[in-house]
């Protein structure tokens, strides 16, 4: 049977799987869109199929062998017969491409972030799936051997950016560095922000999607695009307080680790950004920046000054 341009044999068989055998011809793929918004760098491009009867799908091309190992490992589970962790995507195909790279096909989520404020409010619960998503992706890799991202060391990286522009630099990141060396690393997400989350049907959950960053961490290290909201606005800054003091009880960890956790990330993240921007000074400014934000962070986990 010839199909219709842009639907081949591995889209058709996800529509097929999908009708869940209420039809032998499964469900019949109407459309096929591209879908705008995938800037990842292992991201080859991303499609919408809608199905007769209203369903639809979104296959994802991308570079990332890690995001292709966590969904062959998600198939798996699924298929022995293990719950699958709310917090995470459903996969629902993934192969090689013989193009290159590999083809991740998954269901849709029906809302995903569009702006800062649509998470505003949703601390918990966002603090509930990251939390819940550390322990999927920590038993994935103990049922499955992954070999995870390791922890980037964001503090050496920070040192060999700054050390010798400012004094107090090296003190600082060794006084981070022991206070931060207590806690373990953790599997995190690590690329936590609007466009990566969404809701379940029944909006009950926070769902994340987009893998190719998940790894082992520090804590709070992947919340540090909301650390960000720290130089913002007050009511960017007042989320994060209350997103990593949630989490940080859920982690049983202090929340002035957790925050300076994400600080230092931010930190280090700024200043590569920046320097891949051509802003090198910029960078150095931003990372001085969100460093201080990590020392006064410390020094509320052991007084009640705020942040
Ligand atoms: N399963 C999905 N359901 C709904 N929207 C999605 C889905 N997957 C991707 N998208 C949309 O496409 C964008 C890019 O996808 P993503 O996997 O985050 O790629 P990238 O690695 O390029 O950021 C997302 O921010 C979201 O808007
Ligand atoms: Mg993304």
């Known amino acids: 049977m010839s199909l219709p341009p842009g639907i081949d044999a591995a889209a058709r068989d996800v529509a097929q799987s999908l009708s ?22 292992s991201t080859g491009g991303l499609r919408l199929y809608r199905l007769d009867g209203g369903g639809a799908f979104i296959e994802k091309r991308t570079t990332s062998e890690l995001e292709y190992t966590l969904a062959r490992a998600q198939l798996v589970d699924t298929a022995a017969g293990l719950p699958r962790c709310p917090a995470m995507l459903r996969y629902l195909a993934a192969m090689p491409d013989p193009a290159g790279g590999y083809r991740l096909f998954m269901e849709r989520l029906e809302e995903v972030g569009g702006n800062d404020s649509w998470l505003w409010g949703a601390e918990a619960r966002l603090a509930e799936a990251a939390e819940a998503f550390s322990l999927a992706i920590a038993a994935m890799r103990r ?4 070999a995870l991202r390791p922890a980037p060391d964001v503090l050496a990286m920070l040192g060999k950016a700054l050390t010798g522009t400012k004094d107090a630099t090296d003190a600082q990141l060794a006084t981070l560095r022991s206070a931060l060396a207590g806690y373990p690393l953790r599997p995190a997400h690590n690329d936590l922000f609007w466009p990566n989350i969404g809701q379940s049907q029944d909006a009950e959950t926070l769902v994340f999607l987009d893998f190719a960053l998940v790894g082992d961490n520090l804590p709070g290290a992947e919340f540090h695009h909301f650390a960000k909201g720290l130089t913002k606005s007050a009511r960017h800054r007042a989320f994060f307080l209350a997103l990593t003091l949630q989490a940080a009880e859920r982690a ?20 590569t950004r920046e320097t891949r921007r051509g802003r090198p000074e910029e960078g150095q400014r931003l990372a001085r920046r969100f460093l201080g934000l990590a020392e006064d962070a410390l020094q509320e986990r052991s007084s009640t000054r705020e942040l």
């Open 143 to 146: 049922r499955h051997g992954l």
């Open 20 to 41: 869940g055998g209420r039809s032998a011809s499964g469900a019949r793929i109407v459309t096929v869109q591209p879908l705008t918004g995938g800037t990842g760098a």
């Open 252 to 271: 049983s960890i202090p929340a002035g680790i957790m925050r300076a956790g994400a600080c230092v990330t931010a930190a280090a993240r700024a200043r």
